[in-house]
């Protein structure tokens, strides 16, 4: 499509840029998650509710929470402690679009009880977020337009993150590798490889 430089009008790249910062900044937003203390419940008030209390830390942060034993990690983070930038697009495991960080590796949020992270560090698309700034991931994203409706990003992001933490250099064919669990609805693949790739580039 060709761009549009009139003054007032909108360029196909900067209108995408502004949706980039939108879909990867607006997420990072919140920076103090809400300590949701164990709703002041005794313990068999809490025994008979069928709810379980849950300590982990999220983005840096600890957390306390209790919920019903059932709850996913993804409505853990969404509903709970409104980090809404994890998406849950297929809730079965099959697209990546829920990905987050456990320990440092990615896994669905939506195929894992949240107490299987009891203890652990998540890492969502609000924790890349460096002060104010983009982490170099989301850079590189909004410059190599690796998005289009921005549905699947933070799950890219996240499992690009992961491949870069395990390969700072990666080969092409070790990026193809490392997102093939994440899936794009709009086929921005070339781009979410360069964008991975030149994200690379940048962190060396
Ligand atoms: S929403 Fe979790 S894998 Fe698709
Ligand atoms: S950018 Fe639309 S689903 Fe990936």
Redesign the pocket.
Known sequence: MQEKSKAGDISRRNFIKGLGSGVIGTTVAITTLPVIAADKKEPNEMATSGKVALALKVNGQAVQVVIEPRTTL?ELLREHLNLTGT?????????????VLLNGQAV????LLALDAAGKEVVTIEGLLQGEKLHPIQEAFIEHDGLQCGFCTPGQILAAQALLLKHPKPSQEQVKEGMAGNLCRCAAYPNILKSVLAAAEKSK
């Open positions: 993804a998406k849950i697009v297929c809730d079965h495991g099959e697209c990546g679009g829920c990905t669905y949020s939506c195929h």
